[in-house]
């Protein structure tokens, strides 16, 4: 990487002048692209002057609204008070040297410093041409891609939509505090043309789009936007292009809820953070009813376009996003004043008119931090309810089987069903003729019916499985031993 200030005040040939950090020491973390003696500059060099010139001020103001990184001034009298201020109030590193020593030899070290940093940027801009390319060829997501963009720039990456609505962040160690009154923020970071950096909120923009049209904007936090940060910015932005171009017709914004949902789902994001990327997102969190709800449907069918309509049809603000190939999760964020039950009413009323599906709802919740096991808890309802008619389902109307499906992974629960039912399980008629049998309390003639046989071929069923179980299926006890185990059966199937 190229050389900072400080790397430069430590060598040999400058530390021989005893230099003395005058101004802007807040800044000698600084970089620097090359050295000028006196004469011209540009951004990112430093530049080494014998003297002061009688015009310190306007003399450094100049230096300053170029970019150069500092200045090294050779002088063994004091610099004029008004000259240091001028520098501090730039942040401008302003360094004196106090004993005689040769530029030429400083220039020199400097240059050799500077050359090997260059080989090194040269090598990292290669990284990241390979890292992106190798992105491209795989039809990497978004996601990822800021995923990727953020740990090669070891800087906070953001990418959003044309309404400042943020689609993906990778913090890459910085505060995620940075998403705080994005939307605002993100309308003042101005970039004229596909790339530029602005310096007046420390933000370096690429823009994203294909066929000349702007799809959004990929922003990197970089105090001083290097080369390799141009290249990384307008690479990654690229690789997004193509990906959304490959995926015409399909909603970035869908694609950043699934990645915010699952991430939360995961573990991978606190709640703190997850409320900060939801508000830059546009659902706001805070002073807010959560109810998290997930609809099982069909494989292969795609029910998140019609949640979003009911959504929208219904005047609710939240998330929508397919959590796998079978689930779409909710998360409606209400008014306090709101009753979370009418609205996943008339949400559930929706989508079932959009086909069969189970909607499974966890429990209301008033605080961010109980989002992750509301939504957990509306999957594994969702995934426990089989077989239940109604239009919503919760935790308390599954009773037994719920309890079942909770505890489907203990090993105790397992063996349960072995020796309940594993004389029948090879047996799907006979356990579906059970299943009837119990669920009807005991009655066969209700039984009969709901498994579409005569009499007489139930009876004659329920004496083969009751002989395969050595079981007396007539006593209410036993009864309720299988059905318990017939639940279990069904959760440790779904699971």
Request: glycine share 8%; charged share 25%.
């Amino acid at each position: 990487m190229l050389p900072t200030i400080q790397r430069i005040l430590d060598l040999e040939s400058v530390r021989h002048g005893l230099p003395a950090v005058l101004a802007g020491v807040e800044n000698i973390d600084r970089e620097v692209r090359w050295v000028h003696v006196a004469g011209g500059s540009r951004r990112g060099e430093i530049v080494l002057a014998a003297e002061v010139p009688q015009d310190s001020v306007p003399w450094l103001d100049r230096l300053a609204e170029t970019g150069v990184a500092g200045v090294i001034v050779h002088a063994s009298t004091p610099i004029a008070e008004e000259a240091v201020r001028a520098a501090q109030r730039w942040g401008l590193p302003l360094v004196q040297l106090r004993r005689e020593t040769r530029l030429l030899d400083i220039v020199d070290a400097v240059h050799a410093l500077v050359a090997a940093g260059q080989f090194e940027e040269f090598r990292r801009c290669e990284e990241i041409h390979r890292r992106f390319t190798e992105l491209s060829l795989a039809g990497a997501r978004a996601a990822t891609v800021v995923s990727q963009a953020a740990a090669l720039a070891k800087c906070a990456v953001v990418l959003e939509n044309t309404a400042h609505r943020v689609l993906a962040f990778e913090p890459a160690g910085a505060d995620p505090a940075v998403l705080d009154g994005w939307e605002s923020l993100s309308r003042k970071i101005v970039s004229p043309g596909q790339t530029g950096y602005d310096h007046e909120t420390g933000w370096l923009v690429a823009r994203v789009g294909a066929q000349g049209q702007d799809w959004g904007r990929l922003l990197v936090r970089c105090t001083e936007p290097l080369t390799r940060h141009v290249i990384l910015a307008e690479r990654a932005a690229g690789v997004i292009a193509l990906d959304w171009l490959a995926r015409d017709g399909e909603d970035p914004q869908l694609q950043a809820q699934h990645t915010l949902l699952e991430s939360l789902l995961e573990g991978d994001v606190l709640s703190s953070d997850f409320a900060m990327r939801a508000a830059a997102m546009g659902v706001p969190l805070d002073r807010c009813v959560l109810v998290a709800a997930v609809i099982r449907h069909q494989p292969r069918r795609d029910l998140v376009r019609p949640v979003r309509e009911a959504l929208r049809d219904n005047r609710q603000v939240g998330f929508c996003a397919a959590l796998d190939g079978v689930s779409v999760g909710v998360l409606l964020a209400l008014s306090p004043d709101d009753d979370p039950y009418d609205h996943m009413g008339r949400l559930a009323d929706a989508v079932h008119r959009a086909g069969d599906v189970i909607v499974g709802v966890g429990q209301p919740v008033a605080s961010v931090e109980d989002v992750r096991g509301a939504l957990l808890e509306a999957k594994q309802v969702a995934a426990a309810a089989n077989g239940v008619s109604l239009p919503y389902v919760r935790l308390s109307d599954l009773g037994l089987r719920g309890l079942m499906y909770l505890l489907r992974d203990d090993h105790r629960v397992q063996a349960y069903v072995e020796r309940e039912l594993g004389p029948l399980l090879e047996h799907a008629e006979l356990v579906a003729t059970l299943r009837a049998y119990v669920d009807s309390g005991g009655n066969k003639t209700d039984a009969a019916a709901a498994a579409h046989l005569s009499r007489q071929a139930l009876y004659d069923r329920l004496k083969r499985a009751g002989q395969l179980l050595g079981a007396d299926l007539d006593a209410p006890h036993v009864r309720a031993s299988l059905q318990a185990a017939l639940h279990a059966f069904d959760a440790i199937g779904h699971s």
